[in-house]
């Protein structure tokens, strides 16, 4: 195999399961937080978490095969996203571990004060991590301040810059309607109703963002000189989708609008990481001190070790996960949760 070939095959690699974690994560996320505004009864509200009860655990999967598979091919790359973006990652956990016990909290008491204070961690739980992931990936791609050690050199403030911000705000609407065509396909009467109405809404808030954001990216690597391979093609179908959603919506083809938000996610991400290569983190001090697939990855043999697993128990994961979504995709509502819903 020739010198590097595993470095990219990685890089690859944790691109599809970053890819994989926004598309399935990102509908779930967009079921809470679309929680208290589609929800106007208890009822209703826990119809909504029902949709997602099956399959939220399992997509929080792909979020620790990620973590797991940069910190081992790429350890410096995680040492110094760990370090600099350590208030956001922090954040982002606690968000998640909310998020995780409000599910299994939320109905073991009667009361409906108690079932709205988890209501609201569910919608914090969701929003934040989706806000800040698109934060995240955004400072990763515009740049920090990274130095010749390959450390974080900044603060707090030079993560919050004007693109992440923009990027932070595009991935959470995002996932907000993607969250809204999911629903129009798992749930039935009033409530998918109002999930249609609410994929309207967001759309065209939806469509300015990403067209903003990949404008802004194409800005942004015109100034990195022999840097990044993005095929035109790539973000033009983006915006190509997530336009077609809003018509897809409108002629009520729930199934299709769900591919085309989710094809406009996994296709925003895919610019992102192909912005990137062969770089893992940009350094807006200089580009010598940018961290790579090469300056920032395990050895050869660790990378081998690693490929090996990943072609045994990778297909395994992606059978059971298939499963379980072939298991519940029936709709969800009033008459198929029983009575007192």
């Not at 336009?243 to 925003?268: H, M, N």
Request: net charge neutral.
């Amino acid at each position: 195999m020739p010198p590097g070939a595993l470095n990219n095959v990685w890089f690859v690699l944790i691109g599809l399961l970053w890819i994989g974690y926004f598309f399935l994560e990102g509908f779930d996320f967009g079921v809470g937080i679309l929680l208290p505004f589609l929800g106007r009864t208890d009822g209703d509200r826990r119809i909504l978490i029902s949709t997602i009860g099956p399959f939220w655990d399992g997509n929080e999967v792909w979020l620790i095969v990620a973590g797991g598979a940069t910190f081992a091919a790429f350890p410096n790359w995680y040492a110094t996203l760990f370090s600099g973006f350590y208030p956001a990652l922090l954040l982002i956990l606690l968000a998640l571990i909310c998020r995780a016990v409000a599910f299994e909290f939320r109905d073991q008491e009667r009361s409906l004060r108690w079932r709205q204070w988890w209501d609201r961690a569910l919608f914090f739980g969701s929003a934040l991590p989706a806000l800040l992931w698109g934060i995240a990936f955004s400072d990763m791609l515009h740049g920090v301040p990274i130095g010749a050690s390959g450390d974080y050199v900044g603060g707090l403030l030079d993560l919050v810059q004007p693109y992440a911000l923009l990027g932070g705000l595009t991935l959470l609407l995002l996932v907000t309607l993607h969250g809204a065509a999911f629903l129009t396909l798992k749930t039935a009467d009033e409530i998918r109703q109002r999930a249609h109405v609410a994929a309207q809404w967001l759309w065209p808030f939806t469509v300015a963002a990403v067209f903003v954001f990949l404008a802004w990216s194409y800005v942004n690597a015109l100034g990195v000189q022999g840097e990044g391979v993005v095929p035109g093609i790539v973000p033009i179908a983006a915006l190509g989708s997530i336009l077609a959603a809003g018509w897809l919506v409108r002629e009520r083809l729930d199934g299709w609008a769900f591919a085309a938000t989710g094809a406009s996610i996994v296709l925003l991400t895919a610019t992102i990481f192909l912005n990137l290569y062969p770089r893992v983190m940009v350094s807006s001090l200089n580009p010598r001190f940018d961290l790579t697939i090469y300056n920032a990855a395990s050895g050869p043999y660790s990378l081998t070790v690693m490929s090996i697993v990943a072609v045994i128990f990778l297909p395994l994961v992606l059978l059971y996960q298939g499963w379980t979504y072939w298991v519940f995709r029936g709709r969800v509502g009033r008459a198929s949760l029983g009575e007192g819903y």
